[in-house]
């Protein structure tokens, strides 16, 4: 659908720039207001992880056909170490389990590299540019309260490129740590579910505990935090409004891995605009069942506690395939999984593994 006016996009996240970037490939001329003087000015030039189990296909793949060019830092990841409370295991998938990027203003970051593409596009950018409630077209200005709260640091390190992931209430209370070094960076972080006012703590037994795993240095270290919102909606319309990103509440539930959603969610409203199509039941159609799954998902993964993470981390070593069996997470319950494994059978020798111990 041509339009005269142009389609204006709140906010210049991955979300509303892959809106923009879609729209202006199709001839729409297109607004981003961003209130910030930049890009990426959440991050801070950190390595998150673009995961890659929830679908059979690459995500890059996804991305590419979302009109999103792969001119960013990305580096597959095929395994690591996972540590539950009690329990640990050297994992290995024969395609990536996720890619690490950089999230911030730097040159090589996701974030950067959308607005390049966006300007490339002939996307009009306003930094520094406040819009009031109510107008734009797309809305995507980021999450609105912490449902999930990060702290870590980045650094310089010598240390081969590897990735490590501890489940423990101990140290990120009903979430994970995690440390990834690549290419002489460092990011090591906990994310809570619980217990925010008490992250400082906890990002202090983080780094114990790693350190306490491999030995490695950690030069000129860069303290950072953020948070994540995730919650389940009926309608992603708002007086006509699309919401995309965490804006709408779109990110996984369960871990938090959200760069997906948001790409994907500002692909789909620009798609609603092009073609005239109700967005509710593009997104619907798309991802609202990962959605519930992972909300689902994460009730459980909350209750069961230390001992679910601890039978998490054996059933992903003797899966095989950990890529297969994290996808299942996103279209099984929890539960089941976790009944494959003889769950019930172990708690009930096991009393020392309480739920949330």
């Known amino acids: 659908m041509k339009r005269s006016e142009p389609v204006k996009i709140i906010g210049a996240g991955p979300a509303g720039l892959a809106a923009a970037i879609n729209l202006a490939k199709n001839g729409c001329r297109v607004i981003v207001y961003e209130k910030n003087p930049d890009v990426g000015m959440r991050f801070h030039n950190d390595f998150q992880g673009l995961e890659n189990w929830t679908t059979e296909d690459d995500v890059l793949d996804f991305l590419l056909s979302m009109s999103i060019d792969i001119d960013f830092y990305c580096k597959p990841v095929y395994g690591g170490l996972l540590y539950g409370p009690s329990e640990s295991a050297t994992i290995h998938s024969d395609q990536p389990l996720f890619y690490l990027v950089k999230r911030g203003s730097a040159p090589d970051t996701l974030d950067n590299s959308l607005k390049r593409q966006a300007l490339d596009s002939g996307v009009s950018i306003e930094f520094n540019t406040a819009v009031p409630s109510g107008e734009g077209d797309v809305i995507a200005t980021g999450p609105r309260k912490p449902d999930m709260f990060a702290v870590g640091i980045v650094f310089d390190t010598d240390i081969a490129d590897t990735a490590v992931i501890v489940l423990n209430n101990e140290i990120a209370p009903k979430g994970y740590a995690y440390l990834l070094t690549a290419d002489g960076r460092g990011t090591l972080a906990t994310v809570l579910y619980a217990h925010f006012d008490r992250c400082d703590q906890y990002l202090d037994k983080a780094v114990a505990a790693f350190r306490g795993i491999l030995d490695f240095d950690l030069r000129n270290p860069a303290r950072f935090s953020g948070f994540g919102n995730f919650f389940l909606r009926k309608s992603a319309l ?89 996808q299942r997470f996103y279209n099984t319950s929890f539960r089941g999984i976790l009944r494959d494994n003889r769950m019930k059978e172990e708690a009930a020798c096991d009393t020392t593994l309480l739920p949330g111990h």
């Open 238 to 326: 708002e007086k006509g409004q699309r919401l995309v990103g965490e804006a709408a509440g779109f990110q996984d539930f369960l871990f938090g891995f959200g760069i997906r959603y948001a790409v994907t969610s500002g692909y789909l409203a620009a798609k609603s605009i092009i073609e005239d199509i109700d967005y509710d039941h593009l997104w619907k159609l798309r991802f609202s069942n990962q959605l519930k799954m992972s909300a689902r998902n994460r009730r459980l993964y909350e209750m069961f506690g230390n001992f679910a993470y601890n039978s998490l981390v054996k059933k992903t070593f003797a899966s095989g395939n950990p890529r297969r069996l994290w």
